[in-house]
């Protein structure tokens, strides 16, 4: 069972920037891949980036460019920093991880933050 809190979301003027930040509940390293989704009223969630527990990152476009998706293991942290905020950026942002043990894979959602991001 992994734990996930997020914490950073809030209202911010668009072209601001966020830091969102992903606690998990066990040692990180051994979480396979950890990331970020988002959902928008109206529409299914998305993805936003990615990060494996090797570190390669995947970012959706839409946010390609904008955002930088890191790991701190010492914290068991995964962070988002998002940067030229749009008023399209605006959703619920999931924390997200995936374990793998003896092949089976279980997926894991924090609760999730609100953006808000104001034109």
């Known amino acids: 069972q992994v734990q996930l809190v997020e914490s950073g979301g809030g209202l911010v003027q668009a072209g601001g920037s966020l830091r969102l930040s992903c606690a998990a509940s066990k040692n990180i390293k051994s979480i396979n891949v950890m990331g970020w989704y988002r959902q928008a009223p109206g529409k299914q969630r998305e993805l936003v980036a990615t990060i494996t527990s090797g570190g390669i990152t995947n970012y959706a476009d839409p946010v390609k460019g904008r955002s930088t998706i890191s790991r701190d293991n010492a914290k068991n942290t995964v962070n988002l920093q998002m940067n030229s905020l749009k008023s399209e950026d605006t959703a619920v942002y999931y924390c997200?991880?995936?374990?793998?043990?003896?092949?089976?894979?279980?997926?894991?959602w924090g609760q999730g933050t609100q953006v808000t991001v104001s034109s």
């Open positions: 997200y991880a995936q374990t793998r043990v003896l092949a089976v894979s279980r997926d894991y």
